[in-house]
């Protein structure tokens, strides 16, 4: 940087310089904010993992004891109901998930933390790798 301080060369500055500077601040910030949905994604989907796995221990509460499920208390429509809009969001997050990350590839390059996709979309692939 000069001796003139950063406003003084900020405001003389040329116009691509300016151009430049505040096209790397929106560059910055559009990354940033896929990197938090995608991140933000990856987290959904596993508490859906999770949450599918604690249903049936939700849907009898009169036996948290035993954990054993209680004919008289159990309702089927209620658990497939219930357990086919958990996956249905799931399934929605994964595709928002392969969608984020394949536009972060394509506006920024590859994305760096892969394998954390991988780990929850198996049969994902970076459209960049190809």
Known sequence: ???????????TGTFKQIREQRAQGLVED???EYKRRIE???REIKQYDR???SLLLDLCPGNVTTLQVVPTEFKPSTYMEKDLALHLNKRNAIIKLEIAVDRYEYLFGPYA???RITEIV???KSKIAE
């Open 1 to 11: 940087m000069s001796d003139q301080g950063k406003f003084m060369s900020t405001v």
């Open 30 to 32: 559009v990354e940033l």
């Open 40 to 42: 933000d994604l990856c």
């Open 51 to 53: 949450s599918s796995d």
């Open 113 to 115: 933390e892969a394998s």
């Open 122 to 124: 198996p049969t994902w």
